[in-house]
């Protein structure tokens, strides 16, 4: 068990625009794919929670996970590129990934062009101090 303090924090904004279920549904397909990008597994400090009757709830981080609200889709446009230019590993989810079969989605997506793309979520993950910096401007979601 790792007893010292954490250094890294999951976040995911997502887009209070959007109807919950949807956004559910985004978090829950964001999540999954960040896991995957980050190569330091360690860093992202999983381990099993124990209760008082021994059984184990498995694969929980120590980590924060931080959900913050964001005002609309260009804000979310616009953090995505700041992600991208400080090379932070992130998954996002648009409209386009909402319609018809996976199939569907990924035909839709590929003749959306970005700037049209609406976005209903981004998640991703690193040093609290560096993504603290990139969410201030985001309020906690409510």
Known sequence: ?????TTHKFVAV??????????VNALGHMAAGLSSLIPDKVSMRFDTYIDKSGSEHKNISDNPFIILA?????QIRTLRNELIALQIPFTDFTNTM????FLEQKQKTRETPELE????GICFFGEITQLSDLTRKFSLWR
């Open 14 to 23: 997502l887009n209070k625009k959007i109807e919950i279920g949807k956004l």
């Open 98 to 101: 909402t319609v018809g079969t």
């Open 70 to 74: 964001a005002d609309n889709s260009n």
């Open 117 to 120: 793309l609406e976005y209903y």
């Open 1 to 5: 068990m790792n007893t010292s303090p």
